[in-house]
Each structure stands twice: as C-alpha cells, then as structure tokens.
C-alpha cells in the first residue's frame, strides 16, 4: 500500500478547443482541456499526488519528465491509462528545485498525442532558492515553446496518426527530420506579446516541440550583449551563471535565464527571436517595456551549492543512435536495434556511476529517464556552451559523439531513455533499462 499523504491534483484529460492562432478555434486533446496543461508547483521534497482520468479516446500514460520517480510511477511507455480509465501517479520529487514538464508517453503514439496538447509544466520550487533574490512571482515566468501546423479549416495538421504510414508517405529528407510547424507557439499562443516593466524578469524556457530546435536570442540585444543570463538547466540551477547571447535549445532541453529588461528604455519592444528559423519560424514572442519599477531581485555569483561527490565510475557505455532497417523497415534505433519494452538494453546498478559514450548520424536529443546527468565532453573537446549543469536531455549533432556521467540514485526498477524527437522515439529510438 502507498503511502497517499501529499499534495493532491486532479487532471482530466479531455478533448477541447484553444485559441493558438487569433480569432481560430483549434481542436486539442489536453490536461483540463488547457494547452499547455495547468502548471503544478511542488516544494522540493513534497510529496505529490496526480490523479488522471483518461476521457480521450485512446490510451495515454503520463510521465513526468525530470522527475526522479519511482518506476511504477515514471509512466513506461506500456503502462495505460485505458480510454474511460484512471491513474494516480505519486511523486516524492526529492531533488533539487527544477522546471519539470509532464506530457504523454504512449508506446508509439508520444509525438501525435503531444503535438495535440498533452503537455504542462511540473515546477519543483525550494524555500533556500528564495533566499537566492532571483526575479520570482509575476516575474517568474515558464515558457513552453513548440511548433504546430495548421490546416485551413484551423485544426492541428499532423502529417499521420501512424508514424510507420507517417515515414513513408511523409519523409521530405533521407533521414526524416521529425515533426516540424511552421508556427511558433510559447504556452499555446501563435506570436505572443507580454508587457513586462522593466525589471529582471526570469524565463524558463521549455522547448516543447515534437522535432524543432532552436537559437533563442533577443532582438534587439541590450546594450553590450549578453542578455540572456543562464541559471540554471534542466535539473536545477547551475553552480555559477552564464552569460549569453544566444541559447541553442533542443526538444525537451529547459533553460533557465535571467533577462533585464531593466537595460531597455521603456517603450521598447524587445522580440525573442529563432535565429535557426524561417520567415514564420522566427519570431517566437514578444516583450513589451511598459514603464520603470523598483527591482529588488538580483543573480548572485553563487546559485547551488556544489553537487554533493558522485561515486567513481565504474562501467563505460557506449551507446549509438542512428537510423536503420530493421526487418525491412526503416526506423531509428540504439545500438542497432529498436524499441523492445521487454528486453532492457542494459541493467545498472543502484548507487553507482556509469561513463555513457552516445553516438549518432543525425541531430538526436538524447533524453534519460530518472537520473541527471553532467556531460563531461564533445569529440575530443570538452562540454559545449549549453552542456553545463544537471541536464536529463542533450542536444547530439550528426556524426557527433559526447561523453556523459550518469549516477542511478533513488530508485530501482525499469526505465527508458530515448531520442526526444518525437518521431525518431516513436519509430523505435527508445531503450529499456534496468537499475537493481
Ligand atoms: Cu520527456 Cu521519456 O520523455
Ligand atoms: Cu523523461
Ligand atoms: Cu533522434
């Protein structure tokens, strides 16, 4: 019997209607029929309970992304929730505060379910990162960025609800790039525009999207550059921040940063902008500066303390992603061989760290359920200017290979870790793992 005691949230996942284009009605599949889902907020170390009730009309399951969560819990991609059906998921969420996301994990089906709306953010907030002075409240902001197409009637344009039909009618390139939409929507809406006075205001910034990477950067820059102050990564704040021009931004990658908008005159408006998109791919959103305020917030040098000592490694992995045929079907797998929920890639032990070496053809977000991650290096060279801190997801370009530490703490069980494009995970890019 488990124990329930905790915070309690209630979720309905229905079919609903949203306002991503203006004036347009787009039909969505949602947590509470809202796109993105409501947004959770657990102190660190709460324990929280998630019922879900399924009134879609095909199965789901939830997992919590960035959570270390028991395996009856993470939502493996075989675990349904059944049309009509329920679920509570309980997270004990001990561990540093962190921008989580929730979305669905069906075995096959993750990319359409998600590019339909089933997604939200799970923030884990902590009293001691208070004490920090970083902008908080309406000046803490969570942005889900994703891309959608849209049809001319307004619905969601997904090129097939079977990613095997999806590859072979769909494919525009050799290697299929995934999902992509040519409109950029941040929490739901095409092009938003935010008044913000002009204070340091805190993004956290969700990529979302099925398949899409992108370039963040303000345009126009503040005076002397460096407008985008990173804080934090995936699983937490970083040691010290970062300062940059621009972030590169992967599926499933959050970044946490500091803007000043108190470095623009007020009256001026300041566009976070896609420097890897297209006409319509470029524009992501858009901020407003009202007027001068007080700001009491700041970004110490010092933002976590250091990462308590790992054990030393004690297996090295090496893991290859690419695209294959397997049984005479094209489809993307690791070391060879696609998704088989039954049989676990490999088995790790409780407590212990393990040197992983990820390989691959293409670009592949690399996403590992349960445990951070610190990237150690790319090639030969060290980490990549947005490799630092606790991470759960890294960016792989084509024919790149990066070393990652990994350490399996809290929970055994059976787990997944996957490319977090939604096509390449759907089309078998995706390995069971084992920690005992
Ligand atoms: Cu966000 Cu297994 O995924
Ligand atoms: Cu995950
Ligand atoms: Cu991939």
Sequence with gaps: RRDRTGDHYQIVQRAATAEMLPGVRTGIWAYEGRFPGPTIR?????????????????????????????????????????????????????????????????????????????????????????????????????????????????????????????????????????VLGDVVLVNGSAW??????????????????????????????????????????????????????????????????????????????????????????TPVMRFDITHTAPDDSRIPDALAPAAPPTPPPTVTRDLRLRHDTVNGMPGWTINGIPFDPRRPALTAQLGTTEIWRISSDFHHPVHLHLASFRVLGRGLGGPGPYDSGPKDTIDLRPAEQATIRVTFTDHPGRYVFHCHNLEHEDMGMMAAFDVT
């Design 192 to 281: 938003p525009v935010a008044p913000v006075p002009a204070v340091r205001h805190r993004l956290r910034l969700l990529n979302a999207s099925n398949a899409r990477r992108y370039r963040l950067a303000l345009d126009p820059p503040p005076p002397g550059g460096g407008g985008l102050v990173q804080i934090g990564a995936d699983n937490g704040l970083l040691g010290a921040p970062i300062t940059h021009d621009a972030i590169e931004i992967a599926p499933a990658e959050r970044f946490d940063v500091i803007v000043d908008f108190g470095r623009y005159r007020p009256g001026t408006q300041v566009r976070l902008i896609n420097t890897f998109g297209d006409r319509t791919t």
């Design 42 to 178: 657990s102190p660190r170390g709460r324990r929280t309970i998630v019922s879900h009730r399924n009134d879609l009309p095909v199965p789901t399951v939830v997992h919590l992304h960035g959570g270390h969560t028991p395996a009856v819990d993470d939502g493996f991609p075989t675990d349904l929730i059944p049309p009509g059906g329920r679920r509570t998921y309980t997270y004990p969420l001990r561990q540093p505060a962190a921008t989580l996301w929730y979305h669905d994990h069906r075995m096959d089906f993750t990319g359409p379910a998600v590019w339909r709306g089933l997604a939200g953010f799970h923030l884990i907030t902590d009293p001691d990162e208070d004490r920090l002075g970083l902008p908080a409240a309406d000046r803490d902001l969570p942005i889900m960025i994703t891309d959608r197409s849209f049809d001319t009637d307004g619905s969601l344009l997904y090129p097939s609800l079977d990613p095997m039909l999806h590859h072979m009618a769909g494919v525009r390139e050799p290697y299929g790039s995934g």
